[in-house]
């Protein structure tokens, strides 16, 4: 029988920094809930909004997947492997973290908020080598259905990661459905409501609720507005 | 050494990142961090020295992790060994938090 549970949006904790503001479903930073520390390999879930020209200094990272999908604005890296890059709405960058590597993330533009969800996932292996990459999110194959722009294997579509999960973009119009089928025996799924409104296991969920379900082979997504949506796939042990 | 604060031993091979690590840990007024790059040492701390927690840091090997898991469970009974992800200020406190069973959530705002 299937499990599940919900983060509403106004359950979430965060931070004011000013030039940062910050939505966290799980703990992170100053904002501790021992109940709210992370959905199976899926760790961090931050919804980030950061001031025009403004930005993360440099900073270390270790033993960490680490993917950025910007939901407006431009996003600029750099990174102690000598990588530079822009990412935009429509593209996903990843960092496997790995032994060590440093990197900035600046507001590329000076007059735009950038918001984006950064989003960290538990590596099956400590201490691989560091690695960036980003990629263009492909377009649907077809209306009302899902995109895949993770998951573990580097020939598939989307970016890659060192660890048994998939992430797929959903956006479906008011009215349809989706039956979304997992990827991996003991996965579970982590459905991230970035627009409009949908329902999940009988579940209503808004912009920025988040919904975990596992212990079943498949779910079904079903749009009560227009609306847009993530779903992260992620082992439920690692 | 203040009475009452929390001793935490973290082993970790890049120094960079190990120094990063120990000043988020040590500016928490109850904690106290210090920090070493291999096994010989952080076995050597634990002889001499008791640790609530022994934070595994990044670039240590998997005979490594193991070896210290083993050998200071064996000095220090009661000791918490956790190995820590990200590297920085992300997940470090919630680590430590859970760690030592802390129960009070806090607000982050």
């Known amino acids: 029988m299937a499990q599940t549970v919900l983060h509403s949006a106004a359950s979430r904790g965060g931070a004011d920094h000013g030039w940062l503001k910050s939505y966290h479903t799980f703990s992170f930073a100053s904002y501790y809930n021992p109940e709210r520390v992370n959905f199976g390999a899926l760790r961090v879930l931050n919804d980030d909004s950061v001031a025009g020209g403004r930005g993360f200094g440099e900073h270390p990272h270790d033993n960490m997947e680490i993917i950025s999908i910007p939901l407006s604005g431009s996003l600029e890296h750099k990174d102690s492997m000598g990588n530079i890059g822009t990412i935009e709405p429509g593209e996903i960058q990843v960092m496997s973290a790995g032994t060590g590597i440093y990197h900035t993330e600046y507001n590329k533009n000076k007059d735009e908020v950038v918001k984006f969800l950064q989003i960290w996932v538990f590596p099956n292996k400590r201490n691989v080598e560091p690695r960036y990459d980003q990629v263009k999110i492909g377009a649907p194959e077809k209306p009302n259905s899902l995109v895949q722009i993770l998951s573990p294997n580097p020939e598939d579509a989307g970016v890659w990661i060192h660890q048994d999960a998939w992430f797929n973009l959903g956006k479906l119009e008011k009215g349809s459905e989706v039956d979304y089928v997992f990827q991996r025996k003991g996965n579970g799924a982590y459905i991230f409501i970035l627009e409009g409104e949908a329902e999940v296991h009988g579940q209503t969920l808004s912009a920025r609720d988040g919904f975990g379900i596992w212990d079943t082979e498949n779910f079904v997504i079903k749009a009560s507005s227009d609306t847009e949506f993530l779903i992260m796939d992620v082992p439920m042990e690692f | ?109």
């Not at chain 2, 604060?5 to 840990?25: A, W």
């Not at chain 2, 000095?75 to 069973?101: K, M, N, V």
Request: proline letters at 3%.
């Open chain 2, 1 to 109: 050494m203040m009475d009452n604060l929390t001793e935490i031993l973290v082993v970790g091979t890049q120094e960079d990142i190990l120094q990063t690590v120990l000043r988020l840990l040590n500016s928490q007024p109850s904690w106290h961090a210090e920090g070493v790059s291999g096994c010989e040492e952080a076995i050597s701390k634990c002889k001499s020295q008791s640790y609530q927690v022994l934070l595994l840091g990044g670039g240590l090997t998997d005979m490594e992790e193991e070896r210290l898991k083993t050998e200071i469970k064996i000095i220090q009974p009661g000791i918490h060994i956790i190995p820590h992800y990200g590297g920085g200020s992300g997940l470090l406190y919630a680590e430590i938090y859970l760690a030592l069973g802390t129960d009070n959530k806090k607000s982050g705002l």
